[in-house]
């Protein structure tokens, strides 16, 4: 008797059968985040403001900050191609390198050297009340959350399927319908199950296994010590992503967790967040003599400040709300932020892991994604901390279904479902994306391929702790970066948007015309109507 096929199968054959549908899917675009903690050549975090040469944090579109004044968040556009999104990535690594004087970019997602949350500074986008408003939320992220958590670096890969592919993928499932609806319903499908398949990425790609003593000084923890300086797991793959890592503690306490059964449903449980307040963070206060210690006293400040691995986004306009923009709009790409820097590459990133991280979304969007239970959505928050703490544990068992499986079981199964969505991408067999799938059954075969073991094998083999060892690979991505060519019509480009950028925050600056109070007041207020 004949199996039945799965719904990804059925979706995967009618797709298939679309001629030039591999042209189509070819102009899907892809755009990257990367966070960089500038530290002095001692590995202390940078106390200089952010280099001038560079442009204003505030209004340059390629080129700002993050939660600290040191830590760089490098943004490239939408762009079609994975080699064109890591060249791009790499220019503007290139330029930035060139206006740091004797300061490094960290090579890794975990800081060095943490003298306590003063020696951290808050980034300051100078003095109109959007530049207030952004110190004042992260002012609060570290009341909240302490700010050593705010300081690790990560990459996040934001893609965006072609419009075409959605009217052949419409036309395949559900021609009759509006055609946004189609899109936020496929999209949000996308994210459940990029959630429930989200341990795999810490797994193949997490790079920070270890991290130094001074991050988590004063605390009780389980880590173990590689030496005097350095704790880790022996079977870590990506501690950012774990327990001790960047999370909504107040979940515990509150119980706010976003709802993903619909794009509806996901921006009323953050506009709740948002407007609700939270006993916790009163105490902290709001306004505070003069100054904002925090945007409001709600479980959440902002949308912003819900931490997820996955979202679904939209462009928005100068100062309009991300759940506004959704509302508005629709889901414009989706954007996966669980990605480790790779210590291993001067920019943090390569292309083969884009290709793969391009068919995990396809993959994601054809698979068959029901809504996630209470049940399930604890499982998904399991499995993330138990690869992030223990991924590589020989005959660690996550759970699926509400039955444990073997982690390297999963994994190899994932991958094998994975190679009709990298085909497809293709054109056909063994092209660079169905090659990018196969390089990660290496890792599942053999796990001390992972980024995660080759971390540990190389402090082992050179006899450096976690922090020789990053700023060994800091001073030599540097190297690299620098004897790189920059091509001088690129060069031009970022010499003219950092200019704009300047001017941009001067006009804003200039046209500041009502309080701060009352600003803050508007921004909240929109959409109310």
């Given at each position: ?14 797709l ?5 549908l ?16 500038r ?15 560079l ?52 090579a890794?997602s ?11 500074p ?5 003095t ?14 570290g009341?909240r959350?302490?700010r ?15 419009d075409a592919f959605?009217?052949?993928y419409?036309?395949s499932?559900?021609?009759g319908?509006?055609?946004r ?8 499908g996308?994210?459940?199950?990029l959630?429930?398949l989200g341990?795999l ?5 997490g790079a ?16 173990r ?26 979940e ?5 967790k ?10 009323r449980?953050?506009?709740w967040a ?21 945007l ?15 979202r679904?986004?939209q462009?928005?306009?100068?100062m ?22 790779n ?5 943090g ?11 995990l979304?396809?993959?994601a ?5 029901p ?5 399930e959505?604890r499982d ?25 499986v ?6 190899r199964e ?13 054109g056909?067999?063994?092209g660079?994306?169905s ?7 290496a ?10 073991a080759?971390?540990?094998?190389a402090m082992?083999?050179?006899?450096e702790?976690?922090?020789e060892?990053?700023?060994?690979l ?7 970066l620098?004897?790189?060519?920059l091509?001088?019509?690129r ?9 704009e950028s300047?001017a ?5 600056e ?5 309080s701060?109070d ?8 929109q959409?109310?109507?």
């Amino acid at each position: 008797m004949n199996t039945p096929r799965s719904l990804l199968e059925r979706r995967l054959a009618r797709l298939q059968s679309i001629p030039g549908l591999a042209a189509v899917l070819a102009e899907n675009r892809i755009g990257l985040e990367k966070e960089g903690l500038r530290v002095a050549p001692d590995g202390r975090i940078a106390a200089t403001p952010h280099p001038r040469a560079l442009g204003a944090a505030l209004t340059h579109p390629w080129i700002t900050t993050d939660f600290s004044e040191a830590l760089l968040e490098l943004i490239t556009p939408a762009l079609v191609g994975a080699e064109a999104a890591v060249a791009w990535l790499s220019d503007l690594h290139r330029y930035v390198h060139r206006h740091l004087g004797d300061e490094l970019l960290w090579a890794t997602s975990m800081p060095c050297v943490i003298a306590g949350a003063g020696g951290i500074p808050l980034a300051d986008y100078g003095t109109s009340n959007a530049a207030i408003m952004k110190t004042a939320y992260r002012r609060g992220l570290g009341n909240r959350y302490g700010r050593a958590m705010q300081v690790i670096a990560g990459v996040h890969f934001n893609f965006s399927f072609a419009d075409a592919f959605w009217e052949h993928y419409q036309a395949s499932e559900d021609a009759g319908r509006d055609a946004r609806a189609f899109r936020d319903c496929a999209q949000m499908g996308m994210v459940r199950n990029l959630q429930r398949l989200g341990w795999l990425v810490p797994y193949l790609f997490g790079a920070s296994p270890a991290i130094c003593a001074s991050f988590v000084r004063g605390q009780t923890t389980d880590l173990r010590a590689f030496d005097d300086d350095t704790l880790y797991y022996p079977h870590a793959t990506s501690l950012r992503m774990g327990d001790i890592g960047y999370q909504n503690q107040q979940e515990q306490g509150t119980g706010i967790k976003a709802c993903y059964d619909s794009l509806d449903a996901y921006v009323r449980s953050l506009t709740w967040a948002i407007q609700t307040p939270c006993p916790q963070y009163e105490t902290i206060g709001v306004k505070v003599g003069e100054r904002y210690e925090q945007l409001n006293a709600n479980v959440l400040q902002i949308e912003n400040e819900y931490y997820s691995t996955v979202r679904p986004k939209q462009l928005t306009e100068w100062m309009e709300r991300p759940t506004l923009a959704l509302r508005r709009r629709g889901i414009r790409y989706v954007e996966l932020r669980s990605p480790d820097v790779n210590v291993f590459e001067p920019v943090g990133v390569e292309a083969e892991q884009l290709r793969f991280f391009a068919v995990l979304m396809l993959h994601a969007l054809l698979a068959d994604s029901p809504v996630i239970s209470s049940r399930e959505r604890r499982d998904i928050d399991t499995n993330q901390v138990l690869t992030a703490h223990r991924g590589r544990e020989p005959g660690l068992c996550l759970v699926r279904a509400r039955e444990p499986v073997e982690l390297r079981l999963w994994a190899r199964e994932l991958l094998d479902a994975m190679l009709g969505s990298a085909e497809l991408l293709d054109g056909g067999a063994d092209g660079p994306h169905s090659q990018a799938v196969r390089a990660q059954r290496a890792k599942v075969r053999e796990p001390e391929l992972t980024p995660s073991a080759r971390v540990l094998a190389a402090m082992r083999e050179s006899g450096e702790g976690f922090f020789e060892f990053s700023r060994r690979l800091s001073l030599a991505h540097r190297a690299t970066l620098l004897q790189g060519a920059l091509d001088p019509a690129r060069e031009a480009e970022l010499d003219r948007q950092a200019a704009e950028s300047v001017a941009d925050q001067q006009r804003l600056e200039s046209e500041t015309d009502e309080s701060f109070d009352a600003f803050l007041a508007r921004y909240f207020a929109q959409g109310e109507t």
